[in-house]
């Protein structure tokens, strides 16, 4: 059997898109689509950023606040008041070691403290205690409603052991208006 080829004879057309007014309208469509997501995508982050920003700037004017109060409580000075802060403090200091100092070496001085604790005189109050630095002498001042309370006040402090070597001596008084001031020094008792 033969078979015969016609070559004039036309292939199928393959059918070609035709861009129609449907794919045209569907295309538009999923273009505007696409920018309207890309449009709230960005309107949504401005709004995020907005949000963001606002925080911060309460954050910053609540820091100003603070940093304002801690310059009205401490307020900056120059160097040479600093100078000059500093050489207060370091004096105070020194001044504190030598009364640690006085109190930890000298444990007279401490027994001394306690003996003057240990008198209770309604009536009487101590406004100074001197001591010098040989604790040979100690040196009294305050006040007092009578002049009788002062000396039954020396009477008490005799009596305590840590005064036993000392001798209390009334040194000044004034009885004019009350309370009456009075100031009160000892001396060491002779050796008899």
């Known amino acids: 059997m033969l078979q015969q080829v016609n070559l004039y004879k036309l292939l199928p057309i393959q059918s070609r898109f035709h861009l129609t007014q449907k794919v045209i309208l569907l295309t538009y469509g999923i273009f505007l689509s696409l920018l309207l997501l890309i449009y709230g995508f960005g309107w949504w ?26 310059t009205k409580q ?34 007279k001085f401490s027994t001394y403290l306690l003996g003057l604790a240990n008198v209770d005189m309604p009536g009487v109050w101590l406004t100074e205690i001197l001591f010098n630095n040989m604790d040979q002498r100690i040196d009294l001042k305050g006040f007092a409603l009578q002049a009788a309370l002062v000396e039954k006040m020396l009477v008490q402090l005799s009596t305590q052991a840590a005064f036993s070597n000392l001798r209390f001596e009334i040194q000044n008084m004034t009885e004019r208006p009350l309370p009456l001031s009075f100031e009160v020094s000892t001396q060491r008792k002779s050796l008899e």
């Open 74 to 107: 401490y307020p900056i000075t120059d160097a040479l008041a600093l100078d000059n802060i500093l050489q207060q403090l370091k004096h105070q200091y020194s001044v504190k070691i030598k009364l640690l100092n006085l109190l930890t070496v000298n444990t």
């Open 45 to 70: 982050q401005k709004k995020q950023a907005i949000h963001e920003d606002m925080q911060l700037n309460n954050q910053v004017n609540a820091l100003q606040q603070r940093l304002a109060s801690l």
